[in-house]
């Protein structure tokens, strides 16, 4: 206080000049603030009446020290012991800010907000003297200040929207409960202090942090990203922000968001929805309930000419000629019912006047509420299947003129296979009436206990659209007696792929099959013949075989060398004859066995062939080699036969130049596998390369190179048991290549 401002009042509280006294005391009291003042121990020496009204008791001057009030409130609710007051603080010398903000209680209760102005008197000696406190009333403001604040927080928790304020740094400062469930917390608490960059994803982080700061600085904006909550849910969100400035300048961002996630999700499913719709084939076209056209995609342009914005706003009409304008009525009245169309097939008209054959699937659009409100249509080309169907009707008498020219009996069936056709050579055969009221059927001529499996085979392909196979046998009512006929059909479909007719053919193969049953006979014959000359034809051969024996061994002593000879052919004969019908019984009975259900494992047959093998192996010093082999649908006795009998060959004919060296390998190749048996002998010439695997063949004489000339003759037969192909390779001096093919 001013030193002259400081004397009069001085002077004023010590009962100076009276009349500028009374003046000054009438001013104080005048004025609507409450004023007191101390001496310099604190004790009140005067109040004027605004303090005694605003304190709500009449203070004691003299004893009440520091303050008018009862009881002093720190803002936030602390009590200020008097000795602590803006008041006591002045008088030892502290420096009071202007503008704080207290809490005063009167002594019935009631409270009151107001801002200290305390100002210490000195004496000419700068001394304090005492002290005037100048109390302002804010309640007024402060109640409309928490009024306003408890509104305002009121909408924030209300809001369906998450409420935020983020600091410069990113610090999380305050988020609404409904912020807190987006973010998956289940308090404020559990996200104190949290950076709110934490939450936003990788991808978005640094388009976040720029906007953050763009917001401090004093901008607004909108902005849309990603988060990932606290359990690691996605979610699309959108945030309107702008700057909060604090009463020390700084500034942070007060921002609402939403959750965007379903809209997100609603726009990609829309944005899928037109892709599919702009990339069909079909013309998909939309329609309010007044025939106006509201959507056109790019397959409607192509098909009808006409491009979107042509099309669009106008009446469907404009695609209907004018004979056919009735039918869109019925259309709009269907849909209005809630039917649906399928397939309906008409006719309508091109930008340039060109018709088209369509077809056409309605369905109606109906609203959030299940209102009818329009419809979608699917238009589809089907021009050329029209024309095709025509072409297919102009070309039936030329079909049914074809039909009766094949030597075979020709007949078709609908989609459901009911026969509808037979050609000539069916009444022929059946000496049937083409003009019978009973519809003719392959049944009516089939063998009873062919009847059951005929109907199954032909449902079976009805059913799954397959083209249809199978023998059976026909009554031959010319010949009286059952004959084999083979029937084949196939399904004739239209340009959707829908099956529309049957074409089927009966082949008489009743000649094939007594062929068939004529070399299962040879066959059953061959194999007895070949039992019986193993068995009955062996007993023979062991008494030769045993006697001449004997006879070397009594009478060898008086044999001259042409008898010694002579026993020596007999003996050589017999054990060759004997190993003639032990292959040939082989040979006969390859084709016992039925398919195999499993595979054999190639490398374990090849090993069990090598054992047997094991004195030829070792006599010539022969070097085996072998890649790793496959599994193969092939008896195992076979497959070790077909090695036995290669290796075999391959170690007898061997060069005598050069260690026998023998390689065997298999290859993948078009679905099959093709085994090979590679040599270093001998070789065979080329003339010989077709007939080495004839029966009996030999390429060598006896006193050469033993063997029956079988051998290769049962591994060709093995081979094509398994429908396989098996072939040679060779340079005679150089070795051989035996290779034939198995199916995996």
């Not at 026993?567 to 195999?596: C, F, N, W």
Request: overall charge negative; charged content about 25%; glycine content about 8%.
């Amino acid at each position: 206080m001013t030193t002259g401002g400081a004397k009069a009042l001085t002077a004023f509280l010590a009962g100076g000049d009276a009349g500028a006294n009374k003046a000054f005391q009438e001013i104080v009291e005048t004025l609507p603030v409450a004023v007191y003042a101390t001496d310099a121990e604190g004790r009140l020496t005067y109040f004027n009446g605004a303090a005694k009204k605003l304190s709500g008791g009449t203070p004691e001057l003299g004893t009440d020290k520091w303050c008018v009030t009862w009881k002093i409130f720190l803002p936030d609710g602390t009590l200020l012991p008097h000795d602590q007051c803006p008041m006591a603080l002045a008088l030892r010398g502290v420096t009071v800010p202007n503008g704080i903000e207290c809490v005063a209680e009167r002594p019935n209760g009631t409270r009151f907000w107001f801002m200290p102005y305390p100002a210490v008197l000195r004496d000419a000696e700068g001394r304090i003297v005492g002290c005037v406190n100048v109390l302002v009333d804010i309640t007024d403001r402060k109640n409309a200040e928490i009024e306003a604040r408890d509104q305002f927080r009121t909408i924030i928790e209300t809001t369906p929207e998450c409420v935020k304020i983020v600091a410069r740094d990113g610090t999380l400062l305050f988020m609404n409960p409904q912020g807190l469930e987006m973010v998956g917390a289940a308090s404020a608490e559990a996200i104190a202090g949290t950076n709110v960059y934490d939450l936003i994803t990788p991808e978005d982080r640094d388009r976040f942090r720029e906007f953050n700061e763009r917001i401090c600085r004093g901008e607004r904006g909108s902005m849309e990203f990603d988060i990932v909550s606290l359990q690691g849910v996605r979610r699309n969100m959108e945030s309107h922000a702008a700057p909060l400035q604090y009463v020390d300048g700084s500034r942070v961002q007060l921002a609402i968001t939403h959750d965007i996630s379903e809209r997100k999700r609603a726009e990609r499913a829309g944005l899928l929805l037109r892709a599919i719709v702009d990339s069909s084939d079909d013309a998909i076209i939309s329609k309010n309930l007044n025939g106006i056209i509201t959507s056109w995609n790019q397959s409607a342009e192509r098909l009808f000419g006409y491009t979107a914005a042509e099309a669009v706003g106008r009446s469907v009409t404009m695609l209907i000629p004018d004979d056919r304008l009735d039918e869109e009525p019925k259309i709009l009245s269907r849909l209005c019912r809630g039917e649906r169309l399928d397939h309906f097939e008409t006719i309508r008209r091109r930008k340039d006047g060109t018709l088209l054959d369509i077809s056409l699937t309605i369905s109606p659009i109906r609203d959030e509420r299940g209102t009818i409100i329009g419809a979608s249509k699917i238009a589809r080309d089907i021009s050329d299947r029209k024309r095709a169907e025509a072409m297919l009707l102009a070309s039936d008498k030329r079909f049914r003129e074809l039909a009766n020219a094949i030597p075979h009996i020709v007949w078709t069936a609908d989609a459901e296979g009911h026969i509808d056709y037979f050609n000539d050579r069916w009444y022929e055969f059946t000496s049937q009436s083409r003009d019978s009221q009973t519809p003719s059927t392959l049944e009516s001529i089939l063998r009873p206990d062919d009847v059951s499996r005929s109907r199954e085979t032909w449902a079976e392909a009805i059913k799954s659209g397959e083209p249809h196979s199978t023998e059976y046998r026909f009554w031959d009512d010319r010949q009286h007696r059952w004959r084999w006929f083979m029937t084949r059909a196939v399904p004739i479909r239209d340009g959707a792929d829908r099956i529309v007719k049957w074409f089927g053919t009966c082949t008489d193969i009743d000649d094939h099959k007594r062929v068939e049953e004529d070399l299962f006979r040879a066959n059953q014959d061959l194999e007895q013949f070949a039992f019986s000359a193993s068995h009955d034809l062996q007993e023979p051969l062991r008494t030769v075989k045993v006697y001449s024996e004997l006879l070397v061994k009594r009478y060898g002593g008086a044999f001259d060398e042409d008898a010694r000879q002579y026993v020596k052919y007999l003996q050589s004969g017999a054990i060759h004859m004997e190993a003639l019908l032990r292959d040939l019984l082989t040979y006969a009975q390859l084709m016992k066995l039925d398919m195999p259900t499993e595979t054999t494992d190639a490398n374990e047959a090849l090993q069990a062939a090598l054992a047997n093998l094991a004195g030829a192996i070792v006599q010539s010093g022969a070097m085996i080699n072998s890649a790793p082999l496959p599994a193969v649908r092939v008896h195992g006795t076979h497959l070790q036969q077909l090695f036995q009998n290669l290796i075999g060959n391959a170690i007898k004919y061997r060069s005598p130049e050069r260690v026998p060296s023998i390689t065997v390998r298999a290859e993948r190749e078009n679905g099959q596998w093709i085994f090979a048996v590679s040599d270093n002998g001998i070789g065979i010439a080329p003339e010989y390369k077709e007939t080495v695997f004839t029966i009996f063949k030999r390429l060598h004489g006896r006193d050469q190179y033993s063997g029956s000339g079988i051998g290769l003759a049962i591994c060709q037969r093995i081979v094509e048991r398994y429908d396989g192909r098996i072939w040679v390779e060779s340079e005679p001096g150089a070795g051989s290549t035996f290779r034939w093919t198995l199916l995996g």
